[in-house]
């Protein structure tokens, strides 16, 4: 059964010559299912673009990474839609990008222990991730209310499978998580930092204003005040 459901097809058409629609007038509906049966045009691109890829450590919390970059020329809204939300989250669970911008997006799992005797990585995961898009009129805080405020102009992107991977053999998408993980790792910790102290503020087109300069003249300016109403 479809985990979010599918489009219901055409109904067949009913048999007999009184049922047949006139020459020339099918011809626009036939281009209407064609059109619902195209795909829409891609907002984002992920790599890897139809999977998630974890470690297989049961009891414990794995992690999983995916790149989304805005191939539009438009700023886009992203989010995070899963089908076991107690066990999984992401970092972040969704945000904006700007035309051509990209970020590596943390997927947390807690890895079940396998039943029924099934070998490890031969258990079938049934938790699916889904992205889903939304273009935006430029840059602005993402909040998840823009998907319901705007539930007709919602896109599909994709949904992610689960594919477990030995966390102790050496294969190219172990090390490809790897990286991935790395990179979002990195790129987090930099946004934790506090913006480093540039010098000397620029107001206006070109001038310079030393920050202790001014308070300097503001406190002589004060002096001077205070000195003609005593005199």
């Not at 945000?95 to 079940?112: D, M, W, Y």
């Not at 889903?132 to 998907?147: D, H, I, N, R, T």
């Amino acid at each position: 059964m479809p985990l979010w459901g599918t489009a219901s097809a055409p109904p067949p058409a009913a048999e007999g010559d009184g049922a047949r629609a006139p020459s020339g007038s099918g011809s626009g509906t036939g281009v209407k299912v064609i059109r619902s049966l195209l795909p829409t045009r891609r907002r984002l691109r992920l790599d890897p673009p139809s999977k998630l890829y974890f470690p297989y450590e049961p009891g414990k919390q794995v992690r999983s990474a995916v790149r989304i970059k805005n191939i539009s020329k438009s700023h886009v809204a992203f989010k995070f839609q899963t089908t076991a939300p107690k066990s999984c989250f992401m970092r972040p669970p969704g945000g904006i990008l700007a035309p051509g911008e990209s970020i590596i997006a943390t997927v947390f799992k807690f890895v079940e222990h396998p039943e029924n005797n099934e070998k490890p990585l031969d258990q079938k995961c049934k938790v699916k991730f889904k992205i889903v898009s939304l273009k935006v009129k430029g840059p602005m805080e993402y909040v998840p209310e823009l998907f319901d405020e705007q539930k007709d102009q919602v896109a599909v992107e994709q949904i992610l499978r689960v594919v477990f991977l030995d966390a102790e053999r050496q294969s190219p998408q172990m090390d490809k998580l790897k990286r991935q993980l790395a990179e979002a790792e990195a790129a987090l910790e930099a946004r934790k930092k506090p913006p480093e102290d540039s010098g000397p503020r620029i107001v206006g087109e070109g001038l310079v204003i030393d920050e202790w300069k001014e308070r300097r003249e503001r406190y002589l300016a004060r002096q001077q005040i205070e000195m003609v109403d005593s005199v």
